[in-house]
Every structure is written in C-alpha cells, then in structure tokens.
C-alpha cells in the first residue's frame, strides 16, 4: 500500500480529518471576509466621500485637547471625552485620502490574506502537505499578520494627524497614540503571525522527513 493510498484510509477513518467539505466551508469564508471586511473599512467611507457628506473621525486629543477644543477653524466642531470626534463639512480630497488609508491598509492586508488561506486549505487534501508551496504560504501569512498590525497602527497616526491639523488650521501636531484595547488587538495579530511562522518550520521539517521517508522506499 503506497504513501497516497494510507492517507486516504486514514482520512476516511478519522472523523475529524481534514476534507472536502471543510475545504469548501473555509473558502466560503475566506471569501466572505474579503468580501464583508473592505466594505466597512473603505468602501463606506468612499461613499461617504463620493456623497458630499461631512467627514466625522475620532482621533486622540492627548492632553492638549482642553485649550485645542476651542481653536477649532470655521466648519469644524470637536467634542472630548477621552479622545476627541472631529467633523469636516467641507473637507479637501487630500484629508478624505489621509482618512481612508487605514482602510486601504486592512482591505489590502485582508484581501491579501484571504487569497492565501483560499491556497493554503487547497493544499491540505494533498497526500503530500509538507511541500515548499505550503511552506512558502504560511511563510506569506506570517509576515502579513505581523505586518499589517504596524502598518495600521502608522496609518491611523497619520489620518488622525491630518483630521486634526485640518480641523485646527494646521496645529493639530503629529503624534502616534494607540488605545489599550487596539494594543491587544494588535498584539495578537502579531503574536498569531510569529505562531505561523513557528509552525511553517515545523511544516518544513516534515516535508524534509518525508522526502527522507520516500528515498528510502
């Protein structure tokens, strides 16, 4: 009984092995969220842009918010709390595309990742799976999952950077301020992508045993 033909009896007699069905489900989902993920982050937003309505972005005020609440140009209205929501009726194309970069950030890192994940589970009914395709997949992942967490974070300084200075007639300031709860989301993200990486060793490993394995049949 050759290699193919063992797997293939194990699958049919584990009922929680990886098959056709799961392959399916996962790629629907995958699809989903390529789908449903830029909508919310972009898609909304460049509507709201196309449709003439006024930007609304809830940015970091730091410790400087009291005495820069009031220094607000004309059009602009600000309310604070911990962090501050600012509103441009009339705002330049230039500050719409600041504030739509962290979208394009997550739609792309989103899209990016699904399209790997849609690859990736194709490869799982192989009777080979530790080959240098999978490897160089999870290899993809990890660095998307590390990446995009930073790049997001760079991204929604710099639109909440440009909201602010062109709600203030320029004194907004730069900064880079990230929340409690964002910190843990990107935390995990990063910390899902160094697990990927970890395992696409693992992967590679096992596809150098198996090629040990088959030289010796």
């Known amino acids: 009984m050759n290699a193919a033909a063992r797997t293939s009896k194990k699958r049919t007699s584990d009922p929680f092995a990886f098959d056709r069905t799961d392959l399916i489900g996962v790629r629907i989902l995958a699809g989903l969220a390529a789908v449903v993920v830029p909508l919310g982050a972009l898609v909304v937003p460049a509507v709201t842009w196309l449709s003439g309505d006024a930007l609304s972005r809830t940015v970091s005020w730091l410790d400087t918010a009291p ?7 004309e059009g602009a209205t600000g309310e604070y709390v911990d962090s501050g929501t600012i509103t441009l009726q009339d705002a330049s194309p230039s500050t719409w595309l600041w504030h739509l970069l962290p979208g394009i950030v997550v739609t792309a890192a989103t899209v990016v990742m699904c399209l790997l994940v849609w690859r990736l589970v194709g490869l799982m009914l192989s009777p080979t799976p530790f080959g240098g395709r999978t490897v160089t997949l999870l290899r993809r992942m990890a660095a998307v999952l590390t990446l995009a967490p930073v790049l997001t974070f760079v991204a929604n ?4 950077s440009a909201v602010r ?3 203030m007639d320029g004194h907004g300031g730069f900064w880079m301020d990230i929340a409690p709860g964002a910190t843990l989301t990107y935390a995990g993200f990063i910390a899902a992508g160094m697990l990927i990486a970890a395992i696409s060793q693992a992967f590679l490993r096992g596809g150098q045993l198996q090629d040990d394995v088959d030289g010796l049949v």
């Open 157 to 160: 300084s710099a639109a909440d």
């Open 67 to 73: 005495p820069k609440i009031a220094a607000l140009s």
């Open 165 to 167: 200075s062109a709600g």
